[in-house]
């Protein structure tokens, strides 16, 4: 079993209807009425998707809300509880009218001035409904980074939850209004070099919150070519070390890079056991070809299969993993 574990609905985030609401919100005009998406839509704005994973051999997808979409910064506190609610709304659609390939990964209401007890029980309704991870962003202004860090006591109530219900954080940057950081091409890496070294630094979070677990998407950003550096300035300022919070099970990575010399170096740099299969497949830059493959770059599955593991830590990246630390997608995985 092939399990790709970063995806997010793109298309089905842009159905005219969807953005129209959303832009509505912001205009200010908080229109009372839900898009009214026909099911027929919700399955055609899969179409494509599905029809890349049977062409690649992916049997399943933990699908998000577009990260772009989350938009964290933007809006009002009421805004964004309802804006999370719509598009988790149409993820749950999404996987339950296409039985078997999907399993839903859930967006949050954040806001700057939001409450964590708000975001904390926003999780709770939508595990409740059947969601397996939720998409949490690090930053929340917009690729400005104003706030204080994520792993402060603030976000605590979110912690608690997070580690009561047994559902994964995984750590995704948004939008961003800063022109010097292009959303797909840095902001969403600044997120995740910023979200693994917050790790380091928070003494007492995984003190606190022994289970809980956070998945830092496209290979942990810098992790595989700067670990070294950061096993050092964790000796030097008394941080937890990369080691230590990968080995004790509160951090992971996926395989969101894009040719085969990056991906043996997360091989290489990062515990297999904290490596999930992943391809953001469709998503990030859709049916854009690499030259040395003559494939898309997001077939990640090519890299994956050239890399040097054997069959056994193959099978541990592709399934095995997922499985172990996003314990509640198995009502969604035929067996
Ligand atoms: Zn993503």
């Not at 859930?106 to 397996?132: N, T, Y």
């Not at 830059?285 to 077939?299: A, L, S, W």
């Amino acid at each position: 079993m092939i399990i790709d574990s970063h995806q997010h609905f793109v298309r089905l985030a842009k159905h005219p209807e969807v953005e129209g609401f959303r832009k509505a919100q912001l205009a200010g005009q908080n229109p009372d009425a839900l898009p009214n998406i026909l099911d027929t839509d919700v399955k055609k704005s899969l179409e494509q998707v599905v029809s890349l994973m049977e062409t690649r051999g992916i049997d399943v997808a933990f699908a998000s809300p577009r990260a772009k979409a989350m938009a964290t910064h933007d809006g009002t506190v009421n805004q964004n509880a309802i804006w999370a609610d719509l598009n988790n709304g149409l993820i749950s659609r999404a996987c339950q009218l296409t039985p078997g390939r999907f399993v839903p990964v859930g967006m949050l209401g954040q806001h700057p001035s939001c409450p964590s007890e708000q975001v904390a029980k926003q999780i709770d309704r939508w595990a409740k409904e059947g969601f397996v991870a939720f998409n949490f962003d690090p930053d929340g202004t917009g690729g400005r980074w104003l706030n204080q860090p994520f792993t402060g006591k603030h976000n605590y109530p979110v912690f608690e939850v997070a580690q009561g219900l047994d559902v994964p954080l995984v750590l995704h940057g948004s939008e961003s209004i800063n022109k010097n950081f292009p959303h797909t091409a840095v902001q969403y890496l600044v997120a995740d070099i910023t979200g693994f070294v917050q790790l380091m630094m928070a003494k007492d979070l995984f003190r606190d919150f022994p289970r809980l677990r956070f998945l830092i998407p496209h290979a942990g950003g810098a992790l595989p070519c700067q670990i070294g550096r950061w096993r050092a300035i964790a000796k030097h300022n008394n941080w937890a070390s990369p080691d230590e919070i990968l080995g004790n099970g509160n951090v992971y990575v996926d395989t969101c890079v894009y040719n085969d010399l990056n991906m043996q170096m997360l091989f290489d740099a990062v515990p297999l056991d904290n490596i999930l299969f992943g391809s953001e497949c469709d998503g990030a830059f859709p049916g854009v070809m690499n030259d040395e493959t003559k494939d898309h770059y997001d077939n990640t599955r090519r890299y994956v299969d050239d890399s040097k593991l054997s069959a056994a830590d193959k099978d541990r990246v592709y399934a095995a993993n997922a499985r172990r630390v996003y314990p509640r997608a198995s009502r969604w995985i035929k067996a």
